[in-house]
């Protein structure tokens, strides 16, 4: 009887032993993850007499993978974030043609990524008012990325609702 209450408790101890194991593993991998998330920003930058625009900027500790992306113009879809897109929004400026930057869905965004989307050198309020006003009150992005390391799915809009 003593054996089989020995073996009894063995196994339960075993068994607690191997769950617990595994809980602290998976404990891991899910704080891993998020460990290293990306953070995707967007802002609107206008110093006179600096490079002025839209920047995107990935500050989290994770490569962003893009799975999907929007454009819109006035109120009206223009397309997924791309070459065709983006030079589409540039053709209604008539002052001044901002430089462009752009990736495709799929595109993986380095961890430190900043660049600007949409730029002008040397911004001048006055000269460049038309290009001050697309960006705060005409366009509308949207990019849905997640992680390299894991299938959690983020948004990122600019303008923030």
């Given amino acids: 009887m003593a054996s089989l209450v020995t073996s009894v408790a063995a196994t339960v101890i075993a068994a607690l032993a191997l769950w617990i194991s595994y809980s602290q593993a ?83 965004l380095e961890v430190g990524y900043r660049e600007f989307l949409l730029r002008v050198p040397d911004y001048d309020s006055r000269a460049h008012a038309e290009f001050a006003e697309l960006l705060t009150t005409r366009l509308r992005l949207g990019f849905r990325y997640e992680s390299l390391y894991g299938d959690e799915t983020w948004e990122l809009v600019w303008p923030e609702a």
């Fill in 26 to 108: 998976r404990a891991t991998r899910l704080h891993n993850r998020k460990l290293v998330r990306p953070v995707l920003q967007m802002g609107a930058r206008f110093h006179v007499s600096d490079t002025a625009g839209l920047v995107l900027s990935n500050v989290g500790i994770g490569p962003a993978v893009i799975t999907d992306s929007w454009v819109e113009l006035d109120g009206t879809r223009v397309g997924r974030f791309g070459k065709a897109a983006m030079d589409q929004v540039r053709d209604t400026l008539t002052e001044w043609r901002p430089s462009a930057a752009t990736f495709t869905t799929g595109s993986i």
